[in-house]
Structures are given as C-alpha cells and as structure tokens.
C-alpha cells in the first residue's frame, strides 16, 4: 500500500467579481510511495499550488480523497488536520510566514517554540543548519533586515529542524541564484535521505533526481 493515494481530486473556487467558477483541479489522482522524490511540473496556473495547499490540509477540494496511510486526511476536522500537520508535515511556500519580531534564528526555532520544546540540543541544531544554508552571519537579524534568499534559506532550515518524515516544497529555491540554488539542493538532498518529497519545480536541475514526475496542464495530470 502506498503513502499517499490521491483519488479524483478535483477544485472548484468561485470568483469573487461576478460568482463566476474556476476549476483549479479536475480528477487529479497519484501515488506516492514512502520515501519517494516526487516533482510537480506544470505551467503557472495549472494547479500546482492548489494541489500542494490540498496535500498539506490548508485547503479542502471540491471532490475527492487524499489518503496518509489510509487515512482520508480530507475528512478530518481542524484540531485533526493541526495534528496530522504537526506530527507528518514540513512545507516550504513561496510565501515565507516569518515573524517580523524574531530573530533569524529564533524564526528557524519557532515550531520548538511553539511546541514548548527547545533544548540546547535543539538549538545547537538550528545553528548547525545556519551553517549549512549558509546563514550563519545573519542569524541575529530581523527578516526585515534580509534578502528574499536569505528568507527562503531560512524557511527551509527551520523545515529541516523539524524533521518531518513529509516534506512539500514549493518553488523552495526560487529566490536563489544558480551558484547558490545547486548547494541548497545537495544539502536538501543529504538532509532528506529517506523522507517522502513532494517539490513544485521550474528548473530541471531542482528535479533531476526525482523518482517521479507528476505534470500538470489546466488542473489535470498529463499522461
């Protein structure tokens, strides 16, 4: 039995100028098998986002059935999908949700925080993985004071602090220059061994050593 099954997903939104209706996703099904390399392709607009914010509970669809370890995560309530969240999931959107309050370092902290769980250990690791993104420099700044690459390499090291056995990465080098965006991925690489992937991806460089391609055109798989 695989991870995931991704059954007949389909997604409707309705405009907020005229009620009109947009299909994001129609009959979109996949399989994910534990520990697999997973890309998304697919032009702007053909429903790469929606498919991910779905997979990660922060939408619900139209129709259809998402199952984590036969479990439909698509019935469950708000307290269920926090925990399923909490205990299963790190994602990296295009959208950073930092707090401007905390430091670089306190935002690579943050689910410890949150989860009342920092320890030295804790915090030795998220210095470790300043190193690794190549942050350490910046870790007493405010996300204010910082590029947009810099925000990206920060949201994934606090994703790797977290170490969750899924991750969904959106786009999660895109504000990153070429020289730099090939050590991120051999860092993702080595950190990830072993844990299931699910990446959107534009460059062919970000996927090349996925176990499968998944490609999206007007909210549909492409055989």
């Not at 204010?144 to 786009?171: C, H, T, Y």
């Not at 070429?178 to 844990?195: D, P, V, Y």
Request: with cysteine; glycine share 8%.
């Amino acid at each position: 039995m695989a991870l995931l099954n991704v059954n007949g997903l389909k997604k409707v939104y309705t405009t907020r100028l005229g009620g009109a209706k947009v299909t994001a996703l129609s009959g979109v099904s996949f399989t994910v098998e534990e520990g697999e390399f997973v890309a998304i392709m697919g032009e702007s607009g053909s429903g790469k986002t929606t498919l991910l914010n779905i997979l990660a509970g922060l939408d619900k669809p139209t129709s259809g059935q998402v199952f984590l370890n036969m479990r439909d995560i698509v019935s469950l309530n708000e307290k269920e999908i926090s925990a399923f969240r909490r205990d299963h999931l790190g994602f990296v959107f295009q959208d950073f949700l930092l707090l401007d309050g905390l430091t670089v370092r306190e935002n690579i902290l943050l689910p410890a925080i949150i989860g009342g769980a920092v320890t030295g250990q804790t915090e030795a690791r998220a210095d470790q993985l300043c190193d690794v993104f190549g942050i350490s420099a910046i870790r007493d700044k405010y996300p204010a004071e910082i590029s947009g690459g810099e925000k990206q390499r920060l949201n994934i090291a606090r994703v790797m602090l977290k170490n969750a056995p899924i991750l969904i990465l959106d786009e999660a080098t895109a504000f990153t220059d070429q020289e730099n965006e090939e050590k991120i991925q051999q860092s993702i690489a080595a950190l990830t061994k072993g844990k299931t992937l699910l990446v959107i991806a534009h460059r062919l460089s970000t996927i090349k050593n996925a176990d499968q391609i998944i490609v999206l055109q007007n909210g549909q798989v492409e055989n």
